[in-house]
């Protein structure tokens, strides 16, 4: 009776913890250590569970032990079939639409402290026919060497970087703006932390000087590691208070999938106000990072989002440049005023 017991027990509790992994948010657990690591890599934690699945499926061939590995077996494969529906919902495609006049194109790519070189970033910065370029982890030197090469290309940028201190070029975020979209200053403080930043990397806050155009945010939030935590949720607090004016378009590394965005949302946005253009294209289960893992077993870490005024076009993960150097995958998404 005891060994039964147990087994339930053990069968039980696995149920409670898989559901606590599928579905955090529905617990208040997305942002918690462990939770917020798990649920950023649904690919992988469906093929972990689909693996544990048909381990213990040979669990349950001795008649000793065939009800709980038939138990066993069963939560460990909803768990890996919860995972793979989330991936399908959010879509594993995207979409391409030509971009015309009132529309503006987005490439943002964390360059991991500036390995890929500026004629890569302004190659594909030129193809995509970007209007605004978002490159965590990237000086002002190499900015404007991408923004030279833009230039020579046919399509001149204005650069602006702002960077917490020269120790690492992690500590450096810039972007890149097309003179089309009008003239732009930096708004956000120059030092880590709220009210006016994001805590340990930085992130750039750009207000159109005449008032007419969108708030363009170049994002970098820190990872969650364990001992960043607590800035990794102040970081995504912040954003979202970006993300709560009427035109709004925010890019980069918030190393965060939507799961983490839980929470923070206002009118039927994702983020502040702001909706996430991969989910709105279908391209939303697509991995970001890392560039060693196929894109369906990564994490969707890299987003552009924005305010409803703007309708998604086309959004795409650049799967082609994984041998560039950088860890993280380019993203484009093209968006149009909406109506």
Not at 31 to 59: E, I, K, M, S, Y
Not at 115 to 125: H, N, Y
Not at 181 to 204: M, R
Request: net charge negative; charged share 15%; proline share 6%.
């Amino acid at each position: 009776m005891l060994p039964r017991i147990l087994g339930w027990a053990v069968v039980l509790g696995t149920a409670l913890v898989a559901a606590v992994l599928l579905w955090p948010q529905a617990f208040g657990l997305q942002n918690q250590w462990v939770a917020a690591h798990v649920v950023a890599l649904r690919g992988a934690a469906a093929v972990c569970g689909t693996v544990a699945a048909v381990a213990l499926a040979f669990v349950a061939i001795p008649r000793a032990t065939r009800t709980f590995g038939i138990a066993m077996s069963l939560v460990l494969a909803l768990f890996a079939a919860g995972n793979v529906a989330v991936i399908a919902a959010r879509g594993t495609g995207g979409s391409e639409v030509a971009p015309d006049a009132a529309s503006v194109t987005i490439l943002s790519w964390n360059t991991l402290g500036e390995v890929p070189e500026a004629a890569t970033i302004a190659g594909l910065a030129l193809e995509e026919g970007a209007d605004v370029v978002v490159l965590p982890e990237t000086t002002e030197p190499l900015g404007e060497e991408v923004a030279i090469a833009m230039r020579d290309g046919g399509s001149p940028m204005w650069v602006h970087t702002v960077a917490f201190d020269d120790i690492a070029k992690a500590r450096s975020t810039t972007i890149l703006i097309s003179p089309g979209l009008g003239d732009y200053e930096v708004v956000s403080a120059l030092a880590p932390g709220p009210p006016g930043n994001t805590n340990t990397l930085p992130s750039i806050v750009a207000e159109p000087v005449d008032g007419d155009g969108p708030r363009i945010v170049a994002v970098h939030a820190v990872a969650p590691i364990r001992w960043e935590l607590r800035n990794w949720r102040s970081d995504l607090d912040w954003l979202a208070e970006q993300c709560a004016g009427e035109n709004v378009i925010i890019a980069g590394d918030f190393n965060a999938t939507v799961d983490h965005f839980a929470g923070r949302g206002i009118d039927g946005g994702d983020l502040g106000r702001c909706r996430d253009a991969a989910v709105q294209a279908g391209a939303g289960g697509l991995g970001t990072w890392p560039t060693d893992l196929p894109e369906l077993l990564g994490s969707p870490i890299d987003h552009v989002l924005a305010t409803p005024g703007w309708q998604v076009d086309a959004f795409r993960v650049v799967g082609e440049l994984d041998d560039a150097g950088s860890d993280h995958r380019p993203v484009v998404a093209t968006l149009s005023p909406a109506g």
